[in-house]
């Protein structure tokens, strides 16, 4: 089976996501994931908003080693704990685009967990490059351009199912970044600042377009790549809100999850 | 203790830990890894509970293998990058 006819198999939706509490889009994931293992929900893909800054850590990261939690706290930035291995991510509201992918196992059976990673990401890098963006996927997990990183991606395959999403940079407060992740022994100087800002290649310094174009675009992109006849605009249901708030409350909104390692 | 090593790939591996008695105590295993389970991060500290110290890299690596079941998939770290981590935290 070619790549494309993998993907054209499926009925995909699309949720456009309302913004909500950070910790609630984690909890969103697990439950939309389930319900896609489950066969309750066809595959779908779903772009996160929120209400606030945030600091998304990796599910093997240490808060500590990861985030100045006295300058998260100054700056009002609350720090959440992923479902999924990988790093760091400072993000601001209007800063970060995040999607999410979740698929039956049978979209990637037979492909290594890396080649998976470029296998679920090829419609983003596409995207790109129909912007003039010189993009190119860097084994494992790192979505780059011939002007720096753009974004990260991580996934997890559970519950019969693949969570994959990504987080890419649209505009980056390097400043405000530094100030919050500890990245390596770095100290904040006008050096590190720049330093930081050269490794990252945030779209609105490689695209003139504003952020909701460039989601507008991706979405139209994963329609003519990957579906039949366009992704079937949807919503969450007020039971998977529900299930999401209660996973919220029980798990990913708790100390024990986001301190589960220090 | 504190010890980190980055992979090839440019993952981190940080291991953080005490030595009491010539033996590993504490242990707590992090990083920018992916790892599948997630629970087998317990398994992979658990290994090196109570092993003396001054083991070198190759047996430490040997400890954690021989601890994760076939199921586990460990990318952008092993059991030889854990062991780096340790023998750096306690060197």
């Known amino acids: 089976m070619s790549a494309g006819e993998r993907w054209k198999k499926y009925e995909w939706r699309l949720i456009r996501g309302e913004p909500v509490d950070p910790p609630v889009n984690v909890a969103l994931d697990e ?35 990861e985030v100045d939690e006295e300058a998260a706290r100054r ?9 999924t291995g990988g790093g760091a991510m400072f993000s601001e509201p209007e800063n970060i685009i995040t999607y999410s992918v979740y698929a039956p196992l049978e979209l990637v059976s037979g492909m290594s967990t890396v080649d998976s990673y470029a296998f679920l990401d090829r419609w983003v890098i596409e995207t790109f490059r129909s912007l003039g963006i010189e993009a190119y996927y860097e084994p494992i997990n790192d979505i780059s351009s011939t002007n720096g990183k753009i974004g990260g991606a991580a996934q997890a395959r559970r519950h019969g199912a693949v969570l994959h999403h990504a987080m890419l940079s649209y505009e ?39 952020r909701e174009e460039i989601k507008e675009r991706m979405i139209e992109t994963f329609s003519r790549m990957h579906t039949e006849s366009g992704l079937v605009e949807d919503s969450l249901s007020p ?13 990913y909104g708790t100390r024990e999850w986001i301190y589960s390692i220090p | 203790m504190h010890g980190e090593y980055k992979t090839r790939g440019g993952k981190l591996v940080v291991a953080d830990f005490e030595v009491r008695d010539g033996r590993l105590t504490g242990v707590r295993v992090s990083g ?60």
């Open chain 1, 31 to 65: 439950v939309l994931v389930r319900r896609v293992g489950s066969g309750e929900r066809p595959p779908t893909l779903r772009f996160w908003e929120r209400y606030r800054p945030e600091v998304v850590i990796g599910r093997f990261q240490s808060v500590s080693n």
């Open chain 1, 75 to 83: 700056e009002g930035v609350d720090i959440i704990r992923r479902t």
């Open chain 1, 172 to 210: 980056m407060d390097a400043a405000k970044m530094l100030r919050v992740l500890r990245i390596g022994q770095e100290k904040i100087s006008d050096k590190a600042i720049k330093s930081a800002e050269k490794r990252v290649g945030p779209l609105k310094r490689q695209t003139q377009l504003p």
């Open chain 1, 239 to 251: 039971e998977e809100m529900a299930e999401a708030e209660e996973l919220t409350r029980t798990i």
């Open chain 2, 32 to 91: 920018d890894f992916f790892l599948e389970p997630p629970e087998a991060l317990s398994t992979i500290a658990g290994s090196l509970e109570g092993v003396p110290a001054d083991l070198s890299e190759e047996a430490l690596a040997e400890r954690i293998r021989g601890s994760l079941g076939d199921e586990v998939e460990m990318i952008g770290f092993s059991p030889e990058a854990v062991a780096r981590a340790v023998k750096r935290g306690v060197e």
